[in-house]
Structure formats: C-alpha cells, structure tokens
C-alpha cells in the first residue's frame, strides 16, 4: 500500500440474502429447500466499487437511500466482509456508526460511558478519568447518576457521540453523525470533525447535506444502485448529482 493512500478499495462487492419465509416446521423447512427460488432473494447492494482515500483528505459519500452508502462504511470499518473485493487501510479505523450500541437503559450514564469506552478500546481507568469531559461536552453533567432510560433520545445520542470522539483513530468513518442533537450541539459536532481534519486525519462520511459537502470535502463519491456513479471534484459531482436527482423526481 503507498504510504500516501488511507484506505484503498479494490472491486468490491456485496450482496444479501433475503428470506421471506418463516419456518416453523420439518415440512416447511423442507419445502424451502426444494423451491430456494421462492424463499430466498438475493440484494446486491455494491458492485465492484473501486477507489482510493489518501491521508488527510475528506471524502464525502452521496446517493439516494438505500444507493449502498452505509453498507460501503460498514465493509471499510470491518463490520461486514465483502463478498468479493479487499479493503485496505493504513491506520486506525474508528466508525462512527450506530452511535451508542452496548448503551444499557438500565444503567446510569456514568456505567454506560465505561461501558462504550471499554468497547472503544479504552482501559477502565482511561475513560474513568474522561468521564467529566464527556459529561460536559454532551451537556449532561448533571445526570451523570440518571438511567439511561430516563433521557430523551437526544441526550442519549449526545453522550454516545461525546463518548465516541475520545479516540484518536487514524480514519474515522462517519454516517449522518453531524445530525445529532439541536443547532448548536451540531455546530460544537462539526467543529470536533474539522479539528480532526486539521489534525491529518482522514475522514470518509455519508451525509444529505450537500451544501456543506461541496465546501468542506476534498472529493465527492455518488453511489447509485451500488456502483460509483461519479466521483471526484465536490463541485462537480454534486452539480451531477442534483442533475440527475431533479430529473429523476419528474419522472
């Protein structure tokens, strides 16, 4: 890999098995195997995708829903394998995707944030000593002791980001993560990300807001129907892609 790559993507490819049936019996079972046609469909949801990140840069991800977008996220954080294909990435890989999975509704927000600081990666010290940092950065200093359960799922969503952004990972994967919260946890979100792009550190993430994309951004990736539609200059590329979205909407 040439050290000034990040991440390189080589033909990869990913479908899925959908199962319609539910078998709750021998016959049905059986039945399934002998007509696979009618229990199984098979989605393929990226095809041969190929392109390259180099260190530093950020790389925005468009498309319509379902284009593809999060599963290409999901196969370069190692959380699904491709089917064909390689990832290959040089650094530590953080995703910031699900945000707040492991989070117990039934544990206060202190136990939760060693929890998902553990699952980070942290040590049980380490993210001890960040506990107050977190608190604060999520703006719930003073439900530390609450149960999860009792937040609002705005609350949550803020402590499972604060929590998150404690790593210093190498490329971080990001899926509509800068949503989070009201206006102003949002602009206190982005302004973390482009601290970690000032940093050298390269930052690949799906997102509708195109407007702030085509400023940001240092390339632009359209997936349509699981294959690269365009890729390239921001400017470029989103023109391309409202193009195509306006006439596809007139249809």
Not at 93 to 122: M, Q
Not at 129 to 146: C, G, P
Not at 221 to 246: C, M, R
Request: hydrophobic share 40%.
């Amino acid at each position: 890999m040439e050290d000034s790559n990040s991440v390189i993507v080589q033909n990869v490819t990913k479908t899925f098995r959908i199962y319609h049936e539910k078998r709750n019996s021998i016959y049905e079972y059986v039945a399934s195997i002998l007509d696979r046609q009618k229990a199984v469909d098979e989605l393929s949801v990226l095809r041969d995708v190929s392109f390259s990140v180099k260190k530093g840069e950020m790389l925005g991800i468009i498309g319509f829903n379902g284009s593809g977008k999060t599963t290409l996220l999901k196969i370069i954080g190692r959380i699904y394998h491709p089917d064909k294909g390689s990832v290959i990435t040089n650094g530590k890989v953080t995703p910031f995707l699900e945000l707040g999975t492991g989070f117990n509704g039934e544990l206060t927000a202190k136990d939760n944030i060693i929890i998902y600081g553990v699952i980070l990666g942290f040590t049980k010290k380490e993210i001890k000593e960040k506990i107050e940092s977190i608190a604060k950065f999520a703006e719930v200093e003073r439900f530390l002791d609450t149960k999860l359960k009792n937040f609002s799922s705005g609350m949550n969503a803020r402590l499972a980001f604060a929590t998150a952004i404690q790593v210093n990972p190498d490329i971080l994967l990001v899926d509509e993560v800068l949503s989070v919260g009201d206006i102003s946890f949002q602009e206190k979100s982005f302004n973390t990300f482009m601290d970690f792009k000032k940093r050298g550190k390269t930052i690949i993430f799906v997102s509708h807001a195109l407007d702030q994309m085509r400023d940001i951004c240092d390339k632009i990736l359209w997936v349509h129907d699981g294959i690269i539609k365009s890729y390239g200059n921001p400017s470029t590329v989103i023109d391309e892609y409202k193009q195509f979205a306006s006439t596809r909407d007139k249809l």
